[in-house]
């Protein structure tokens, strides 16, 4: 157990529809980033936050939004979901915003878009 | 631009022999360099890391790796596979110039018959 959770495990919608995920980071991480895996495209790297703020941000859409709230939680937001869109995403925490920390995963949230 | 190769999609090595996953990559810095584990339906796992020092690094379960700069390799190693060590391992790379951006490699399937 990593101590990373998300919530919810699995998720069904139809297109077009917006989903919110949830991860709550290991107790003392400052730092939130977001994972999208899928067959097709292996592991992409959405968005980093850190403390609150926003630090990186990789190959997310238009349509994907996310933010950490005060109490280090974050959330994924995604809209107008495609069929696409369907895929595991991963929620990640470091204790740092640096570069030579390790991450610890969170189980994933399972998206499936019918 | 930073990125990160694993040449190879899958690994097959019988038990109790030695085994190496590749990986290679490319940062305009430092690199920052990590491998990661992934069981099935679970989240990703960090095995070992380098930031800087001596060029074979030690992690967890028995792997270790060699950091190579002339080849600009990070080659995951372990002395005598295990059936157990079967699992689909990520090579990451993080630029130290001050990017906050990982890039993971697309994923090696290592496969160990017993």
């Known amino acids: 157990d990593s101590g990373v959770t998300q919530t919810p495990k699995h998720l069904i919608t139809a297109t077009g529809q917006r989903v919110t995920l949830r991860c709550s980071p290991r107790?003392?991480?400052?730092?939130v980033y977001w994972y999208q895996q899928s067959l097709d495209q292996g592991l992409q790297f959405l968005i980093q936050y850190y403390n609150g703020e926003e630090r990186a941000k990789g190959n997310i859409l238009e349509r994907f939004s996310a933010q950490q709230f005060p109490d280090l939680h974050s959330e994924l937001n995604l809209s107008s979901l495609e069929l696409g869109d369907s895929a595991l995403y991963f929620c990640a925490s470091s204790v740092l915003q640096g570069g030579n920390n390790e991450q610890f995963f969170g189980p994933g949230t399972r998206l499936t878009v019918l | 631009a930073q990125s990160v190769a694993q040449p190879e999609d899958q690994v097959n090595v019988a038990e109790g022999n030695p085994l190496t996953v590749k990986c290679t990559y490319s940062?305009?810095?430092?690199?920052?360099l990590f491998w990661y584990v992934q069981y099935p339906n679970r989240g990703l796992q960090f095995l070992l890391k380098y930031i800087t020092g001596d060029n074979l690094v030690k992690g967890s379960y028995g792997f270790e790796a060699e950091f190579n700069k002339s080849q600009t390799s990070f080659h995951l190693k372990k002395p005598s596979a295990l059936v157990s060590d079967s699992a689909l391992y990520f090579c990451a790379v993080r630029d130290g110039s001050g990017t906050y951006k990982y890039i993971f490699g697309t994923g090696t399937r290592l496969k160990v018959l017993a």
């Open positions: 940062v305009s810095g430092n690199p920052y």
């Open positions: 107790s003392g991480d400052l730092s």
